[in-house]
């Protein structure tokens, strides 16, 4: 998924930057609105404009989609649910 301009070029990365996760009216807000989120949802980036926004942004920046965690276990969660029933993890004793 490239950003390109209306006749094909793509967009420099700083473009993309400034450009992605913003509203798409060309009359209303420039930014999508601060919005409290609750820390009891149990995925609290779903659904929330300021983290759809983001991930929109980092997922143009390189080239698919993002994923964004709440939190690290939620991130160490969801990478150890991509493994089988009984993976074998190598890793330092020490980080």
């Known amino acids: 998924m490239t950003m390109n301009t209306g006749n094909g ?3 420099h990365p700083e473009t993309v930057v ?3 996760g913003r509203p798409g009216a060309a009359d209303g ?3 999508v609105p601060v919005t ?4 009891l949802q149990p995925d609290g980036t779903s659904g929330h404009a300021p983290w759809q926004a983001l991930k929109e942004a980092l997922g143009a920046l ?3 989609r993002a994923l964004m ?3 690290g276990m939620t991130a160490a ?3 150890m649910r991509l493994f089988g029933d009984a993976p074998v993890i190598v890793a330092p004793e020490v980080a």
Request: charged letters at 5%; aromatic letters at 0%; a negative charge.
């Open 77 to 79: 969660a969801a990478a």
């Open 29 to 31: 807000p420039l930014n």
């Open 69 to 71: 965690l709440a939190s």
């Open 62 to 64: 390189e080239g698919g």
């Open 9 to 11: 070029t793509p967009l």
């Open 18 to 20: 400034i450009s992605s």
């Open 36 to 39: 409290p989120a609750s820390a």
